[in-house]
């Protein structure tokens, strides 16, 4: 096994003038105490507390970059630290790129094992790289570079971007603190929507956007504009988007852009650091959105307002064609969106705003409909009042149906006073005519009778006239009746049916037919009455064949009625002249014997 000192990493240097080492895969190169280009140097540093890091950091870096020597500009274990003196990086016998320690291993990057030679390289611009060599020792290609994997740090020449084929990220994350290249709270990126715009996220929201690359510059003039030390420039290749920088080969002072843990981007210099920017005091003017205290109320919705914005948004690809409710569904799904329009005629395009102070209502050819997220009180307001209108309604129909309840209660109340004050009437009629406390009169329920007549069936029906339907039915202890049902359309009321209950039930004669008792229910008026199973006289007098009739027969039948008329007229109690007298009315039994 081959190991390396950073002693023999120096005389390498000097040899070959340039900071390269080759080496046979297979063969192991162990780098304890550093590497160094011309500007850069390579090796162990110590984090926060007991926690080791291997990092690239610039010689000559400025005191006001950290502690002198010690601030790197890019981290290869940030988040796996060791905690002792035993780390070494080196490419093992398993072809791996790794930092290997007491506590095991941190892989860096796979070796393809078909690769047969390789080199190192920390370059004067402080990217670290391997290189696959061909056999005579000349470099074939880049297998890994640390340009690829910026930590918090943009040198010139690196990349925030996308790779669209392999799907890889160039972006920048802030340490967690000061003093802990740990991956802290903050992004910076290019935007994933595939706008040319950068972007720096805070928790995963939005926190500050470059505005467009339009004209050689962002839209935002005050920030990342080209001047004497920075010239950006933006890319768009087969598969790959990005932003880089470069500074003038005259500018010798160590130039770089750094996220820091608090949010701000700081452009660092020899001479010193300035402020890129910091939205600590979030200003739109500048592209900060801030870490706003927003709430995301996705039932809350939004309002349409015609007007203006004052000051641009964040626009989305024009590319990408985006319709109304595709921008909808964007605003929706960032928290700090609290307006988003259309920026074509057509309604397509998309645009979002983290404010609404710079709208202005006016209605003009540059006016257009601005929606805008319902704030939490305007959503509470709105939500109180459904809630009061569905407590009204609710309410309301709640109400009703007890008033409903209640009515239909006083009906049947009224209906059974009714009821029951008609059978008074009814019984009180009978007391008073004959001075008796007690009748033989039944009174039956409807539901009783309509039992009997197995619903008021059709079947069952005998006969039907002015005053109504005549049912045939059968009472629970199987006594078999006829029941004469008023009609509504009858014109005859409660006085007709109580006189002709009366009338019946007073009077007593072998040849009328003996009312058995009445049914008031409601509306319903029911006389019962007991049943005549050969009907009515006319049926047979009428009989085609007339062979039932002989003249026995039909003397006991004149005999009757004569008997019955006699009764009627001259000894009942009851002055009565019966009006109606005719075959139909009058009824016979088994033994064809009269009742009328």
Not at 101 to 117: A, C, R, W, Y
Not at 122 to 131: H, I, Q, T
Not at 298 to 321: P, Y
Not at 368 to 375: A, E, H, N, S, V
Request: glycine letters at 8%.
């Amino acid at each position: 096994m081959l190991m390396m000192t950073g002693e023999e990493a120096k005389r390498e240097r000097g040899q070959k003038g340039f900071s390269t080492l080759m080496v046979a895969v297979k063969v192991s190169w162990l780098c304890r105490r550093g590497w160094m280009s011309r500007n850069y140097r390579l090796g162990f540093f110590n984090g926060s507390g007991r926690k080791r890091h291997v990092g690239i950091w610039h010689k000559r870096a400025n005191v006001e970059y950290g502690r002198t020597d010690e601030k790197p500009v890019w981290v290869a274990n940030r988040n796996t630290p060791i905690f002792d003196d035993s780390g070494v990086l080196t490419i093992g016998n398993d072809s791996h790129l790794k930092i290997l320690h007491n506590g095991g291993e941190e892989i860096l990057h796979f070796l393809d094992p078909l690769v047969s030679k390789a080199s190192v390289t920390l370059l004067d611009s402080g990217n670290f790289v391997m290189y696959e060599l061909n056999s005579d020792g000349s470099m074939k290609q880049v297998l890994w570079q640390s340009f690829d994997y910026p930590t918090d740090t943009l040198l010139p020449g690196m990349k925030l971007g996308i790779n669209t084929k392999i799907g890889h990220n160039w972006s920048l994350t802030s340490w967690s603190s000061e003093e802990d290249p740990a991956s802290g709270s903050f992004t910076l990126g290019m935007d994933p929507n595939n706008t040319n715009q950068l972007i720096i996220w805070w928790q995963g929201e939005i926190y500050w956007v470059s505005g467009l690359w339009l004209n050689l510059s962002f839209n935002l003039p005050h920030v990342l504009s080209n001047d004497v030390y920075y010239h950006f420039s933006y890319h768009s290749e087969e598969n790959e988007n990005y932003f880089n920088y470069f500074v003038y080969e005259d500018v010798i002072s160590f130039q770089r852009l750094t996220l820091k843990a608090s949010g701000a981007l700081l452009g660092m210099a020899m001479n010193g650091a300035k402020d890129i920017l910091s939205c600590e005091q979030p200003s739109f003017r500048d592209g900060c959105f801030g870490k706003k205290d927003y709430k995301c109320f996705s039932g809350g919705g939004f309002t349409a307002r015609k007007g203006i914005m004052l000051q641009s948004g964040f626009n989305f690809n024009e590319r990408d064609k985006l319709t109304l409710s595709d921008c909808k569904a964007k605003c929706m799904s960032y928290c700090f969106c609290q307006a988003y329009a259309s920026t074509n005629d057509d309604e397509t395009g998309c645009e979002l705003w983290p404010d609404r102070e710079y709208f202005i209502k006016k209605d003009s050819d540059a006016s257009r409909y601005i929606y805008f997220r319902q704030l939490p009180y305007e959503f509470e307001s709105k939500a109180k009042l459904r809630i009061w209108i569905i407590i009204t309604t609710v309410g309301g129909v709640i109400v009703h149906m007890f008033k409903s309840i209640y009515y239909l209660i006083q009906e049947k109340l009224r209906a059974f006073g009714k009821t029951n004050k008609e059978k008074d009437i009814l019984l009180r009629e009978l007391e008073r005519r004959d001075g008796k406390k007690s009748h033989e009169l039944q009174f039956f329920s409807f539901e009783s009778i309509a039992s009997a007549t197995n619903n008021f069936a059709t079947t069952n029906k005998l006969k039907e006239g002015g005053f109504g339907i005549v049912y045939k039915g059968q009472l629970p202890d199987g006594q078999e009746v006829a029941i004469k049902r008023l009609s509504r359309n009858s014109g005859q009321g409660f006085l007709e049916f109580k006189n002709e209950a009366i009338l019946i039930a007073k009077l007593q004669h072998t040849n009328l037919v003996r009312l058995v008792g009445c049914c008031i229910h409601k509306e319903e008026r029911m006389l019962i009455y007991e049943y005549m199973p050969n009907k009515s006289l006319d049926f047979f007098l009428f009989d085609s064949v007339k062979n039932i009739l002989d003249w026995k027969k039909r003397f006991n039948i004149i005999q009757g009625i004569v008997q019955g008329l006699q009764y009627l007229h001259n000894y009942s109690r009851l002055r009565i002249i019966h009006r109606d007298l005719k075959a139909s009315n009058i009824l016979l039994d088994n033994e064809m014997n009269l009742l009328g």
